[in-house]
């Protein structure tokens, strides 16, 4: 643990439970105001000084404070963060501003299990020898990224996050990472009323994907040797699930190297909710996707919950340069290794796929080019789409193979090039209405 500096001072304004609650009806925590703090390290001491009676520890004054990368032991894993909140901590920025300068490969701000973050803004200002990895040098982290989630026998301390909270901030993200990136099974969360400012190089404005406990590889041709793996109990799949995400303003991200490039992506992901999204430009709005394996390789219990429960409730992007939202439930890379190595699979990788997705209340507008598509869909069941206008595009909405179940409502695609395109090369789209 570390001591805090005599040249800061803590203050506690007020006590009752220090639980930190994910629910709108939370219990005023423990309030502690700290003042005298001249960079992240400080900072750092203060949580860290704090952690063992948790509460929301806030900033007295609004600041600038120049956050650089420290280790931190915790159990048997070293963690490498700009700043960590430790777990029960709910850290209130007052107006501050965190100056992120990232020279290694690190996390950004990273959060623990009962923890959160609000009132302020997170700035990267330098981002050198990073990985490859959306989550390293993004401005806020949650969850293990691939290859740090552990073993089956003892999971990593961060391949389960759950109970946090990101409220009331702005991130500026102008390096190739994500301003959000949540991995693994970072689960019950809310991020609610974030900013995320213009940026030629983000890979994403929020970013959800799956994680690994154990050491996975996704390969095709690796696929086979993964399932004896997972049968041998030395591997198994991670999955974000349970999180909501609402009144998020999206700038212009205009990196628009593929349809990756989402204001908001998912990868394998369960019961996720996007409501009242606004994303100025990006190569799309939202990309939901099945994941490289999918939920292959998932705990049993898991499987009856892939891919379900995603909701999306006023999303709105001003200029799409591919696609309005992609929705594409393919397990790809285990996809591929049945047809290339003679892999059998657990379960289907194509079918349900994404399976009873709602999307309402939403306006996709395109950028009027060649190839973009209001909507792809591949790979979906039992999926509705309700009073949605899509104009701008060179096709409304592009239906492939795999579909098993799409409704459209009240959809306005009268507005494009050509409305929608019907096509498959391997299993025809069945049981389509169109209102």
Known sequence: MFVIP?????????????????????????????????????????????????????????TSLTCTPLECVIGDEVSR??????AGIDLDLNGSTLLLDLRVNSHGVRLSSRSGIRNGTIRIVG???????????????????YDD?????????????????????????????????????????????VRILDSREALLGIGMDWGSVGKMTTADATIPHMRELWEQNEIYTTHPHDILIQDIDIGHLTRNIDGNDAGIRCSACYNIQVRNVHVASAASALAVFGGDCG??????ELRPLAHTGYVVDRLVIDKAFRYGIV?????????????????????????????GVRIANSQFNGSGT?????????????A???????????????????????RFKNADLSQNLQPQSIFSSTREPKDLTFK
């Open 6 to 62: 005599a040249a800061a001072v803590l203050i506690i304004l007020a006590a009752s439970s220090p639980v930190f609650q994910n629910s709108d009806e939370q219990i005023e925590p423990m309030i502690v105001d700290v003042s005298g703090i001249s960079n992240g390290a400080e900072l750092q001491q203060a949580l860290d000084r704090q952690a063992d009676q948790g509460g929301r520890v806030r900033l007295s004054q609004a």
């Open 81 to 86: 963060h700009a700043l960590l909140i430790p």
């Open 127 to 145: 981002s050198e020898n990073k990985g490859s990895q959306a989550i390293w040098h993004a401005g806020i982290g949650i969850g293990a990224a």
């Open 149 to 193: 989630g552990g073993t089956p026998a003892k999971p990593g301390y961060f391949s389960k996050v759950s109970d946090w909270r990101i409220e009331n901030i702005t991130i500026d993200q102008p390096y190739p990472a994500a301003a959000i990136q949540i991995m693994s099974e970072a689960c019950h969360g809310v991020i609610r009323d």
């Open 295 to 300: 939920f292959e390789f998932a705990p049993n």
């Open 327 to 355: 929705l594409n439930g393919i397990a790809d890379n285990v996809y591929r290794a049945t047809q290339t190595h003679g892999y059998r699979t657990l379960i289907d990788p194509t079918q349900p796929g994404l399976n």
């Open 370 to 382: 060649a190839a973009s598509q209001g909507m792809f869909i591949t790979a979906v069941s039992h």
């Open 384 to 406: 509705e789409v309700s009073d949605v206008t899509v104009k701008n595009f060179a096709i409304g909405v592009r239906i492939k193979d795999w579909v098993d179940g799409l």
